[in-house]
């Protein structure tokens, strides 16, 4: 139900609710009056009783002394009725019916009822009408029934540090992948990234786990040079193949790759971002088989000094769209084709994207252990917190945003515009963050409106019996 649609409700509520207040006091008035005219009822039937029993004695008297007496019936039928007229009063005025359920008839109809009564409209006038005790206990009812998604400070205060330590994080610990000078600065690359890229610790976990995988898993997406693809796939070279590849993408490769080897090709992304498939005369593979060979060639690859893509990362070059950055000094923007290829020669790869994913999981953390802790400090129930769950999205929604928009105040800012100081796991944590809540909200909705559709078939119910 829309903003506008709700204030009439309260409105039209509001009316009812004071024209029903006013009858309250009417009946009230009537059964007072009606008590008082049964009183006095009574006392004049007493004293009629009292008047008719001396008549009867008088007109035993005059018979028995010998003078006749009229019927008294007879004297009454000649007597002319007297018609009692209503004492003068206030009157109340039946309210008006609206035919045919005019809904914005009924809503004018109630605001200039309200108006007269000095309700400020501008405000809910349901809360300036209905008794204290009335809204509190329905505020209760309802948070029962579907749970309390309010904010309070503490809840505000909770996002806002979430988001703000992630950015720090981001600013601090995530940074860029590596040292770099970029359009004449220089910017110091990420501790933790450097740890985990460090040539000869890469080197000797690469020859001690996964080096002997590189013979069981030849794959037909492997073309180092735009040479091996028969001149097919512009601008393929030794640094780049990888991010070209979808076959080498932690995520798309399970799809892609494995078609790939089920059909013996390669397929591969331009330099002018077109898609392009390239037949091999390799053997195809089964299901089975092509899933085992595509887990150890990723295996193989992952701590290589190219490394792997991070997930979706490939797809930046489809297209060649133009990006808002540039990659020299002249300040001509480039594709994002160029600028996925950058990023990736600058060592933002899958261990670069462990890395960042420090960021959406701090802003995780925070929320939701605080979701827990109040919960469980607030004697909340596992019910209680599935009813309340949109109340959590909301608040990972927005610390996600917090953290997304301190990513991109990041790049622009301190990096002079790096694409390489974008935190891609937080963008790409946005997303599930914001479907999530989408979801949890129609759910909600959902579940009111059929509580609501509950209570108007009792309601007809019990008007029909």
Same mark, same amino acid.
């Given at each position: ?226 040479? &091996? #693809? @028969? *001149?097919?796939?512009?601008?393929? $070279?030794?640094?780049?193949?990888? %991010?070209? =590849? ?130 469980? &400090? #607030? @004697? *909340?129930?596992?019910?209680?917190? $599935?009813?309340?769950?949109?109340? %959590?999205? =909301? ?71």
């Amino acid at each position: 139900m829309s903003g506008d649609k709700l204030s009439a409700a309260s409105a039209v509520v509001a009316n009812q609710a004071i024209t029903l207040t006013e009858l309250r006091g009417l009946f009230d008035q009537v059964e007072f009056d009606l008590k008082d005219v049964l009183e006095r009822e009574h006392h004049i039937s007493d004293t009629l009783d009292s008047v008719e029993s001396e008549f009867d004695a008088v007109r035993v008297s005059l018979q028995a002394l010998g003078i006749a007496v009229p019927a008294l019936e007879a004297a009454s039928s000649t007597a002319s009725p007297v018609r009692a007229e209503p004492p003068e009063g206030p009157r109340y005025a039946v309210p008006d019916v609206i035919p045919g359920g005019d809904f914005n008839q009924l809503h004018r109809l109630a605001e200039a009822r309200l108006d007269r009564w000095g309700i400020d409209l501008t405000r809910d006038p349901l809360q300036q009408v209905l008794p204290s005790g009335v809204i509190t206990r329905s505020l209760t009812a309802y948070t029962e029934e579907h749970g309390d998604i309010s904010w309070d400070k503490t809840d505000w205060a909770v996002v806002l540090v979430a988001g703000a330590l992630a950015t720090l994080l981001d600013v601090v610990l995530v940074r860029i992948p590596r040292d770099a000078t970029f359009l004449g600065a220089k910017y110091t690359g990420s501790p933790l990234t450097k740890w985990l890229q460090d040539g000869d610790r890469a080197k000797g976990i690469h020859d001690r786990f996964f080096k002997r995988l590189e013979k069981l898993a030849k794959v037909p997406f492997d073309a180092p040079t735009t040479k &091996a #693809t @028969g *001149g097919l796939v512009s601008g393929m $070279r030794p640094a780049t193949h990888r %991010l070209q =590849s979808l076959g080498h993408d932690p995520v798309l490769g399970f799809f892609v790759g494995l078609a790939d080897l089920m059909h013996a090709t390669g397929t591969y992304i331009d330099k002018a971002g077109q898609l392009i498939q390239v037949t091999t005369d390799a053997v195809p593979l089964d299901l089975i088989s092509a899933l085992l060979t595509q887990v150890r060639h990723l295996l193989s690859d992952v701590y290589t000094p190219a490394g792997l893509p991070p997930p979706f990362f490939s797809l930046l070059q489809l297209g060649n769209l133009d990006s808002p950055f540039a990659l020299s000094p002249s300040g001509g923007k480039v594709p994002w084709t160029d600028v996925a290829r950058y990023m990736y020669t600058q060592g933002y790869d899958l261990r670069h994207f462990f890395t960042m994913g420090i960021t959406p999981g701090v802003v995780s953390a925070v929320i939701r252990g605080y979701w827990l802790l109040n919960s469980y &400090a #607030t @004697g *909340g129930t596992a019910a209680q917190r $599935r009813l309340e769950h949109a109340k %959590l999205t =909301s608040m990972l929604l927005l610390g996600h945003a917090i953290a997304t928009s301190g990513t991109l105040l990041k790049t622009g800012l301190l990096f002079g515009m790096n694409p390489a100081a974008l935190n891609y796991n937080q963008i790409l944590a946005l997303a599930p963050a914001t479907i999530a809540w989408f979801k949890e909200a129609i759910a909600r909705d959902h579940r009111i409106d059929r509580a609501l559709a509950r209570e108007w078939e009792l309601l007809l119910a019990e008007s029909g019996g």
